[in-house]
């Protein structure tokens, strides 16, 4: 039987200042924070309890491990972490005997769905292993979101981590091309951390000259915003498309004589890999194999690929 293929959604990890005075934490700005961070995670106290009416689910983060591999272009560092989602209690029909009944039944030890995450840290990339049981919802992402806070605030820093989508390629950019006249553009940007373009330096530079780290944009003109790469309407969305953002890009304008409204940039681009089930299953446990580390090498080639993004210089961790 043929071995399914393994898919990986992507996503930015953006650093997010929660805005305390300075003596309440450290701001994160180094890559060793992000490191820090992801390594408490895996401790069983920040594990979270979900309650529905069905059941009671535990989420815990394990398996924090560091690869050190080889790609075509220089060796990278990337980081694992397991998000694994268990069944501890069950409502449901249960049989005695004497009757069929409904009861909320505990499973002991309970069983567990699990979510591999690759945090490529030269680029603030992550590629998360798809699994439709865990992510039918973004419950799975807002939990984990829970669990990196709480490690976080336990190493002292005010700062927060979030995954926020890399749209599929070119997406938002194709939605901003697409309007014969562009009258608005909403979308609230994250500023980049590492990576730039020359659609975005200038951007950049203006943002970390202000001090300012989350710039909400509304653009509007009725006669049509500019869509010259060396503006700021273009450059703000090759911002969000390089998953510099917080949620959705709305774009408004005229295609043709009929006025459109677009909501873009929710979901990540999704690539699919080919046989690498076995060796993910088992990356925490022969991280320092070289079979494990040439299959982490194959995902960031196809992440670097599927990002569209120039491949900086390696930063020191």
Do not use: C
């Amino acid at each position: 039987m043929a071995e399914r293929p393994l898919f990986f959604d992507i996503y930015r990890l953006n650093i997010v200042d929660e805005g305390m005075l300075p003596f309440m934490g450290a701001v994160v700005r180094e890559d060793a924070d992000v490191l820090r961070i992801l390594s408490a995670a895996s401790d069983s106290r920040f594990d979270r309890i979900v309650e529905t009416p069905r059941a009671t689910f535990k989420w815990s983060v394990r398996e924090f491990v560091l690869y050190e591999v080889e790609t075509s272009v220089a060796p990278r560092s990337v980081a694992g972490l397991t998000l694994a989602r268990s069944i501890m209690t069950q409502q449901g029909q249960t049989v005695t005997d004497s009757s069929i009944e409904q009861a909320r039944s505990e499973l002991s030890p309970p069983s567990a769905e699990t979510i591999h995450i690759l945090f490529y840290i030269a680029r603030h990339l992550v590629a998360v292993e798809y699994n439709s049981a865990l992510m039918r919802t973004q419950l799975w992402r807002s939990t984990l979101h829970e669990v990196l806070d709480a490690s976080a605030r336990s190493l002292e820093f005010q700062s927060v981590l979030r995954l926020e989508p890399v749209p599929r390629q070119a997406e938002i950019l194709t939605a901003f091309r697409s309007f014969d006249r562009l009258t608005r553009l909403r979308v609230k940007l994250r500023i980049p951390n590492p990576e730039l373009d020359r659609r975005t330096e200038r951007l950049r530079k203006e943002l970390v000259a202000g001090a300012i780290r989350e710039y909400t944009q509304d653009m509007r003109n009725p006669r049509g915003l500019s869509k010259s790469e060396d503006n700021l309407p273009f450059a703000t969305a090759a911002m969000a498309q390089a998953g510099y953002k917080d949620g959705e890009v709305i774009l408004n304008g005229y295609r043709g004589k009929k006025l459109a409204v677009v909501r873009t940039g929710k979901r990540p681009a999704r690539l699919r890999m080919e046989r690498l089930k076995d060796f993910v299953r088992g990356m925490a446990a022969t991280a320092k194999t070289q079979e494990t580390r040439n299959a982490v090498a194959s995902i960031l080639e196809e992440v670097d690929r599927l990002a569209e993004l120039p491949t900086p210089p390696e930063r020191e961790v």
